[in-house]
């Protein structure tokens, strides 16, 4: 948990000095092209298939029962499998490179950039996979707070190096650079970390294995649908953005969403034991379980009121004063507003994870997916009938179809969770 609040708290350090630097060097239009390269690289990214998170649980089983041989297998398998996966991305986005670009609706000089770099995206691409098993295996071998570490630094890492290409003038390169740049630091400090807890031989084709690819599969085939429902939401909303409002209006979206959702985890990671807690009460047979898990999760109530309050009402009041300090010339008029949306869509949210926590400790799986769809359905619903009725979009109405999925999904949960402990 300390590894987690930590990295959070300097993960917001690093974006506030980031997001000056790009928009100082790139301006409002260039930095929006390399949004869509990233909004491009989220879609590519479903060729992960979910197998990520599989090989962190299936890494940790068969670490916990000391079979190393296990754990070469699955690592090994899962590289294989992602690199092909990869390749299958790789001539996609090369196939149909100016198709997708056309999506964007991108001006003649943004959309030459765009097809320039795009099939260096998709190289960025098959090496994210690779390097998110490395992630994955390090903390399954029960050292995620150093994979969380090592998160945090190449997340500084691509900041210097993007920032040192883009005072030379480089461009939107610049932040490829730093992308590349960023999952070296991971690769390489996640192989040392390992090797020094296991020696494996992971690059040995001879463990690569059937029966681990079909575990990989059926582990990763939940996540991978939680991930296709999730695209619906943040990369779906930069494209239409992109397409109905203009690609200058992605950097202000962008800083609006993710400093919202870094301010909640400043609370979420002090909730991320519920789960594991939650667990270990459900699976013994009790008669007061019931009361045990009840009261675990109005105190995780109490501890979100309780320090989120204080943080939210002062960026809330604060946020015009803050980005003007922030940006400086930079600044526009439209950024406090959608950040002061998002805080709210945040906090919805929020609310809802006590319940997620509760439901995932009980074993209900289903409706934590349930809450997925709920939430990304109605945000591409409310946008969708926006288009379809004005043929126009602005950032207002895309963060206000967020904040509705978002509401509407942490009642869902908060609801489900009460009617499932009346059963327990």
């Not at 998160?151 to 939107?172: E, F, K, Y």
């Not at 993710?258 to 985890?265: I, K, L």
């Not at 009460?281 to 105190?299: G, K, W």
């Amino acid at each position: 948990m300390l590894s987690g609040s930590a990295t959070t708290i300097i993960n917001i350090i690093v974006m506030v000095i980031a997001y000056p630097i790009y928009l100082h060097f790139l301006g409002y239009e260039k930095y929006g092209v390399w949004l869509v390269l990233t909004t491009v690289l989220s879609f590519a990214a479903l060729g992960n298939l979910g197998i990520g998170t599989a090989v962190m649980k299936l890494v940790a089983e068969e670490y916990g029962r000391k079979d190393i041989l296990g754990v070469q297998r699955y690592i090994t398998t899962a590289i294989a499998l992602l690199f092909i996966s990869g390749m299958i991305i790789l001539a996609i986005l090369l196939i149909f490179k100016n198709p997708i670009v056309n999506a964007f609706r991108l001006n003649e000089e943004s959309r030459q950039i765009v097809l320039w770099l795009l099939p260096y995206i998709g190289i960025l691409c098959i090496y994210t996979f690779i390097i998110q098993i490395f992630e994955a295996a390090l903390s399954g071998l029960e050292r995620m707070d150093l994979a969380n570490y090592i998160r945090t630094l190449s997340h500084a890492i691509q900041v210097l190096v993007s920032g040192i290409l883009l005072a030379l003038g480089l461009g939107v390169k610049s932040m490829l650079i730093g992308g590349f740049a960023s999952c070296a630091v991971i690769h390489t400090l996640t192989i040392v970390c390992i090797g020094r807890i296991v020696n494996l031989h992971l690059w040995d084709i001879g463990n690569i294995n059937r029966s681990s690819l079909k575990r990989l599969f059926q582990f990763g085939g939940t996540v991978f649908s939680g991930t296709l429902i999730s695209m619906l939401l943040n990369p779906f909303n930069k494209l239409m953005l992109s397409r109905y409002a203009g690609v200058s209006t992605l950097p202000v979206y962008e800083i609006a969403f993710t400093g919202s959702m870094y301010v909640r985890s400043l609370i979420e990671a002090g909730l991320r034991a519920l789960l594991p807690e939650i667990s270990r009460i459900s699976s013994q047979v009790t008669s007061n379980a019931q009361e045990q898990i009840l009261r675990l999760y109005e105190r995780a109530m109490k501890f979100i009121f309780k320090y989120s309050t204080p943080i939210y009402g002062l960026l809330l009041l604060l946020a015009p004063f803050i980005f003007q300090m922030w940006f400086g010339e930079k600044y526009v008029s439209t950024m406090p507003g959608a950040f002061q949306l998002m805080l709210v869509g945040s906090f919805l949210s929020l609310l809802g994870v006590p319940a997620y926590y509760t439901l995932m400790g009980v074993n209900k799986v289903n409706s934590c997916l349930v809450a997925h769809v709920i939430q990304s359905s109605i945000n591409f619903l409310f946008v969708m009938v926006i288009v379809i009725l004005f043929d126009r979009l602005d950032i207002q109405q895309v963060v206000l179809a967020t904040i509705l999925g978002f509401g509407c999904s942490a009642s869902y949960l908060i609801i489900t969770m009460r009617i499932t402990m009346r059963k327990i």
